[in-house]
């Protein structure tokens, strides 16, 4: 009796999540609508009013993905779309949307990558927003003139994408916590706390894992490990296409908005 009440609660939670997801979905296309409106012809006098509901509705749709992708988790809908992508071109591509972000807070980032070619077998728009968040952590945690270097180590078995940063670092009980659902530091409201938590399901989903190294006042490491698949006819995926990288500009304007 105890274990069908538990399937049924679960049932019931999941339902619960579903049906948010759809709420979640509405808003985003509400928002999407607004900010093309702010994209209309307006005068010079408007001009900041429209950029101010740009800038808001970039935030807002950040929310709703976060909420939404958090959703799918809790109700088992989350799926990856794996695409075969060149891992090292890839990442250039995510540090050269990010710099100009990063650079508003006097914060380079840098990157050390291989010359050989790296296939990955992974959804790449899932990817670059678990990539953006972890980058912004840092940001967001590092003083005017450090940098944030992003770097690729590898095994027989795994790819270790690592963003390290020479912040403020993270205090023993923040590191326990940060991965947790809705954790903010010093409890933000301006943040959903769902960044990390994200992250570290898409590594989780992707057959890897998440790890984070941290000392206060030396810098936070925070690596993403995922599994070197090898393609075969079984496993053939669509490959990571320019679409793909235009969706990556988006993504980044839309974690980065407001910061």
């Known amino acids: 009796m105890p274990n069908k009440r538990l399937r049924s609660s679960k049932t019931i939670e999941s339902a619960k999540a579903t049906e948010l997801s759809s709420v979640v979905k509405s808003v985003t296309e509400d928002c999407v609508n607004l900010q093309n409106i702010s994209l209309m012809k307006i005068s010079e006098k408007d001009e900041k009013i429209a950029e101010e509901i740009r ?13 939404n992708e958090y959703l799918q988790i809790l109700s088992g809908e989350y799926k990856l779309l794996l695409a075969k992508t060149e891992l090292c071109s890839y990442l250039e591509d995510f540090c050269k949307e990010v710099a100009p972000y990063t650079a508003r ?14 296939l990955l077998k992974t959804d790449p728009e ?9 980058v912004l952590n840092s940001m967001e945690n590092s003083p005017n ?43 933000r409201k301006s943040k959903l ?22 000392k206060e006042d030396k ?7 995922i599994p070197l698949l090898e393609f075969t006819h079984e496993t053939a995926v669509g490959s990571f296409t320019k679409t793909d990288f235009e969706n ?4 980044i304007k839309t974690v980065f908005s407001k910061n």
């Open 55 to 67: 800038e808001q509705g970039y935030y807002i749709l950040r929310t709703c993905h976060d909420m």
């Open 193 to 214: 706390g769902l960044g990390l938590t994200l992250a570290g399901h898409f590594a989780a989903e992707s057959g890897g894992r998440l790890s984070i190294k941290s």
């Open 219 to 225: 810098g936070t490491a925070v690596s993403l490990s």
């Open 105 to 118: 807070k006097g914060i380079a980032i840098i990157s050390a990558l291989p010359e050989d070619k790296i």
């Open 145 to 187: 003139g450090t940098r944030i270097k992003i770097t690729l180590s590898s095994t027989s078995r795994f790819i270790k994408i690592t963003v390290a940063d020479r912040g403020f670092g993270m205090s023993e009980e923040t590191l326990e916590r940060c991965a947790q659902p809705l954790f903010t530091k010093n409890g």
């Open 126 to 134: 899932k990817l670059c927003y678990a990539l953006a968040n972890i």
């Open 248 to 251: 990556m500009a988006y993504i």
